[in-house]
């Protein structure tokens, strides 16, 4: 960490992969000019756990509950995600209650993540008194979500056909109130975290993504939808119910009048979806349907119709950081032949580039917490530095990768 | 008496002694009860007031680790020196009805001097540290002195010319701005257009405090989730402790400044007591002064806002509080031919 | 005030409660040991930590006698955390290795596993007699 040469009128700083700065493992490498970032470099890698290889070594009533832990925060996404490529393969119809309850759940999650992601930005810009404050208002929906399906973090409510836990009548008084929390409580942040002029001065203008650059990019979620782009998957490809409720995308317009792309943006659309996540489930509660939860209550009925399943499918669906993906093949046998999950931040990581160059110092920390990234979700390789230390190009990777699928075709 | 260079040396020594225990106790004490406000103003209970008193035995008994590429002299100097020059401070400031020790030896332009003397010392150790971070960190330190020196000189400048056109000696003497031996202050001094003039000077000095503190929002040379705590990313153990310490005498040093320049009243003017209750009346009444412009200047302010880039830090201080400050000295210039308050 | 509107709202949160929690103790004790030692002596009290909810999923539960020995938790569980004891048919939970998803709980034909809402189960032994449930 103490690289520091001085190449004429440059040097280089390294961030990460430990650094106040960054809640997550990664490392950046700066070309600094003065107090100007000239160049970025940045190299993930550092927390990959193989979660995908444990999975190909299970059934997909037992992953279902390893992808809640893919990542600390989505608790809801990656399970739910997984779920519909396992039920499009296996030809599983979802009970209509049970697409209302996932839906809630993962508004919820929508609500905590972003309300987490806003207590992390004030305190990278220093302003650690929003950063309790935005903690303090999230626990609310932690606690009703531990109300809900038993567990703050690790949800474990989605199953393969549905849901493992329906709502009771008397449960809907507590969501009620939080809701009404919510709503009381939004005024109060949108005036804190927006008018607030030393954050107007430390984000707008920062770290701005062009709606071309975003699209050119292919970031997805709040980053893009910041930058302008008119994109969101409960939207363009209804899931669960979001088919049934009337939203549109978040974007900065409705708010500001303007897209600027910048950080100040970001925030926008994160704290607008906090309100408008409030209503979703709002709108849920007030329409969902009677009856079952679960396709089939029977374990041995689940994991048989699992097994049985031949075929692929992608499940795509809006985490709060984005797109989230899960492709899995299945091939007649107890675990599936494959499992790739690409999340939110793979996609977004790229922005940083840009975003970066000609940025102060001060800005970096802000300015990569502003697409929320998330390492752990996004590593699927490590780089071990052992004696060698082989780093593969784009072209070995490209062969791998034609090599990886001729083997999968094989297979079949 | 045996007196050096018309100075009783025990008198010196005995004040200087009990001057340096008191600056770093109260130091210590202010800034567990700052951490106390913070945490209040943030809905947290906070850690103890005596927390800072753990952290800085704690620090003491760990090892001060020296980095490989660090100029070991000036890296293990650097928090001595800023720990002396914070305590030196102290020997000019008056300290409730205590004129101050070296009353007579130096003015506020040399304690104004003094100031930066700490910073300074900072911005060696950082340099010396030898990591890119506390380099960056020593810029910006560098940079945040330059900026926040011109709005401070004017506040002090402008109160003590204000004195000197009153037609009161010594003007520059901090014994004399205080009023602590003749009870005349700068608020008797001056008329309605002098007080507006004083009270802006008071809100450049209170934004002036945070930057001279590095506390948010100009902690910008720290820096935690920027710079891993820049200037002093590599300090540890005892040196770590000596800077901990240099901190909070700068703290108690500034308010005490802030306390003598516009604060200055004190109980024994308005109430008739015994020589001795009317020092310790006056000590305590000054302790409770330097506990509201610890409120005020470092706890509100840095529990209110997001931290500043080092170009806000410098287009805030030289513009508008250089701005502001120059009106407040035009106050006090008006104030002074035409205001009528004064005795030219 | 629109400029910095966190100023007025810190001076009004510095006369209301501070909400933490103050689970365990308000502050740390010096020695935690020691504490916790007082505190089972009754010389103590514990600040007693938020409550659970109704479903919540603590530390797991198994009725030895209910269980048939169908195996079917296994099955499910995805932390491989369940170990069959073919000598008697039963099973036994590794409790550090759980993952308290309760799947097992769903599967059982029986109903012999239940979670119960103990949730303070840090430990030095990963196979210390309050880690195994068997
Ligand atoms: S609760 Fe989940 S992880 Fe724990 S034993 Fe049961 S199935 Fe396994
Ligand atoms: S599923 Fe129930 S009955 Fe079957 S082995 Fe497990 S605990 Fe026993």
Known sequence: MSENKKIGSTYSIPIGPVHPALKEPILFTFKMNGELVEEVDFAPGECHRGIEWMGMRRNPVQIVHLTDRICGICGVSHSLAFARAVEQIAEIEVPERAHYVRTIIAEYERLQSHLLWAGVAAHELGFDTLFFLAWRVREESMDVIEYLTGNRVNYGIVQVGGVRRDFTEDQFPRIEASLKYYEDVAGKLLNLFLEDRTIQMRCKNTGVMSEKEALELCTVGPTARASGLAMDVRYDSPYAAYGDLDFTPVLPHQYLGLTNGDVYDRIVVRLLEVVQSVDLIRQCLENMPSGEVLWEKKYPKILAACKKATGEAVGRIEAPRGECLHYVRMDGNTNPQCWKVKASTYSNQMSWLNMLKGEQIADIPIVVASIDPCMSCTDRVAVVHGERTDILTKADLHRLSVEKTRRLAQWS | ?344 | ?134
């Open chain 3, 1 to 134: 005030m629109s400029f910095l509107p966190a100023i007025p709202e810190v001076l009004r949160q510095f006369f209301k409660r501070p909400a933490t929690n103050l689970f365990p103790a308000k502050y740390l004790p010096s020695s935690v040991t020691k504490y916790l030692k007082s505190v089972q002596e009754g010389n103590a009290a514990i600040n007693p930590p938020v409550e659970t909810p109704p479903n919540f999923r603590g530390k797991i539960l198994y009725d030895r006698d209910t269980c048939i020995g169908c195996k079917l938790c296994i099955r499910v569980c995805p932390a491989n955390a369940i170990e069959f004891l073919p000598d008697t048919k039963k099973v036994r939970i590794f409790v550090t290795q759980c993952i308290f998803c309760s799947q097992c709980n769903d599967a059982c034909p029986v109903d012999a596993l239940h979670m119960s809402d103990e949730f303070l189960l840090a430990d030095e032994d990963r196979y210390s007699e309050n880690m195994i449930v068997e």
């Open chain 2, 1 to 344: 008496m045996v007196m050096i260079l018309g100075v009783d040396p025990v008198l010196v020594l005995g004040g200087t002694v009990a001057v340096a225990l008191f600056g770093m106790l109260a130091g210590l004490v202010f800034m567990g009860i700052e951490r106390k406000f913070a945490a209040r103003m943030q809905a947290r209970i906070g850690p103890p007031i005596r927390q800072p008193f753990r952290d800085v035995a704690k620090l003491l008994s760990k090892d001060s680790i020296v980095p490989e590429n660090a100029i070991p002299c000036l890296f293990n100097m650097a928090p001595v020196l800023a720990l002396a020059s914070s305590i030196v401070i102290l020997l000019y400031i008056p300290l409730g009805g205590f004129l101050p020790v070296l009353a007579g030896y130096g003015d506020l332009i040399l304690v104004m001097y003094l100031l930066t003397v700490p910073a300074l010392a900072l911005v060696a150790g950082g340099f010396a540290s030898g990591s890119p971070y506390a380099t960056v960190g020593s810029q910006r330190e560098m940079v945040t002195m330059m900026s926040y020196e011109l709005p401070l000189a004017i506040a002090v400048i402008a109160i003590a010319w204000r004195l000197a056109a009153a037609g009161i000696a010594d003007p520059f003497s901090l014994a004399t701005i205080a009023g602590t031996a003749s009870g005349i202050t700068i608020w008797s001094v001056v008329g309605p257009l002098g007080i507006i003039g004083c009270v802006l000077l008071l809100i450049v000095l209170t934004w002036v405090t945070p930057a001279e503190l590095s506390r948010v929002p100009c902690d910008t040379p720290e820096a935690e989730t920027e710079l891993c705590g820049g200037l002093l990313v590599e300090y540890s153990g005892r040196n770590l402790a000596l800077f901990y310490l240099a901190q909070g005498v700068k703290t108690v040093a500034m308010a005490a400044l802030a306390v003598a320049l516009f604060l200055p009243w004190n109980i024994s003017w308005f109430v008739a007591l015994s020589p001795n209750a009317a020092l310790a009346a006056d000590f305590a009444f000054f302790l409770l002064k330097i506990l509201a412009v610890i409120f005020f200047s470092v706890s509100v302010i840095r529990v209110g806002m997001a931290r500043f880039r080092i170009t806000h830090v410098v287009s805030i201080y030289w513009g508008y509080l250089g701005g502001l400050g120059l009106l407040g000295l035009v106050f006090m210039v008006l104030d002074a031919y035409i205001g009528g308050g004064g005795v030219l």
